[in-house]
C-alpha cells in the first residue's frame, strides 16, 4: 500500500537523521583489529599451535554463548581462525547479536570478531512496529467508514428510515440496538447491515421491538 511505503520511508528517514547510525560500525576495543580487517582475515589457522589455541578459544566462548540468557533461542555458530572469531547464524534482534559479539570480545587471545550474524537492526524493528500500528490504524478507518456507511442506509431505507438504531463496529463486527417499531423493521435493519461491504458478523440481540401499549 503507499501508505505503509511513505510511512516506512518517513520513519527510516526520520530515524537516520535523529542517530545518525546509518551504516555505521562501532570502534574494535583497543589490542584487536578492525571489523573490516577481521572480516577479511584468513579463515584457517597457519600452524598447528594457532589451531589449538583456536580450539581452545573456540570451547570457551561457545561455554559462554551456552550459559547467556541474552543469547537463549538464537542459532549461532563459532569459527576462530589465528585468534579471530567468526560468529554466524540468526537471531532474533539486533541486541542478541551485539551480546553475542561482546562475549566474543572478552575471550582471552581474540585477536578480532567477523560478526556476520543475521539479525534485525534497530531500525528494522522500529519499521516493524510502525507497520503493525499503521494496519491498526487502517482497520479502525475500516470500522469507522462501515458504520457510517450502515447508518445513512438505514435511514435512506423506506423501513428502517428512523434514527433510533445504534451502530457500532468493531473489526468488521456490527452490533445493532436501540428500539425499533416492528419485527419487520428490525429484519430489515439486520438485513442491511448484513449486506454493507466490509461487515463479518451482525449482532442485533440488543435491537429490541418497542412493546405497543
Not at 534497530?122 to 491498526?136: C, H, M, P, R, Y
Amino acid at each position: 500500500m503507499k501508505t505503509t511505503t511513505l510511512s516506512r520511508t518517513l520513519i527510516a528517514t526520520a530515524l537516520i537523521a535523529s542517530f545518525g547510525l546509518a551504516g555505521c560500525k562501532k570502534n574494535a576495543p583497543d589490542g584487536q583489529m578492525s571489523d573490516s580487517a577481521a572480516a577479511e582475515a584468513r579463515k584457517d589457522s597457519a600452524t598447528l599451535g594457532s589451531a589449538l589455541d583456536d580450539t581452545g578459544i573456540t570451547a570457551k566462548l561457545k561455554s559462554r554463548l551456552a550459559s547467556d540468557t541474552r543469547i537463549e533461542g538464537a542459532d549461532l555458530s563459532v569459527e576462530t581462525n589465528n585468534g579471530v572469531v567468526t560468529l554466524s547464524g540468526t537471531a532474533k534482534a539486533s541486541a542478541v547479536k551485539e551480546a553475542a559479539e561482546e562475549l566474543a570480545r572478552t575471550v582471552d587471545g581474540v585477536k578480532g570478531v567477523d560478526n556476520r550474524i543475521a539479525a534485525p537492526t534497530a531500525l528494522d524493528t522500529f519499521v516493524n512496529g510502525a507497520d503493525t500500528a499503521t494496519e491498526n490504524a487502517g482497520d479502525a478507518i475500516t470500522d469507522t467508514v462501515i458504520t457510517t456507511k450502515l447508518k445513512a442506509a438505514l435511514i435512506a431505507d423506506a423501513t428502517t428510515k428512523g434514527t433510533a438504531i445504534n451502530v457500532t463496529t468493531t473489526d468488521g463486527r456490527v452490533t445493532l440496538s436501540g428500539q425499533v417499531a416492528s419485527g419487520a423493521e428490525r429484519e430489515k435493519a439486520i438485513s442491511i447491515a448484513t449486506r454493507t461491504d466490509g461487515v463479518k458478523k451482525v449482532e442485533a440481540g440488543d435491537l429490541k421491538v418497542a412493546s405497543r401499549s
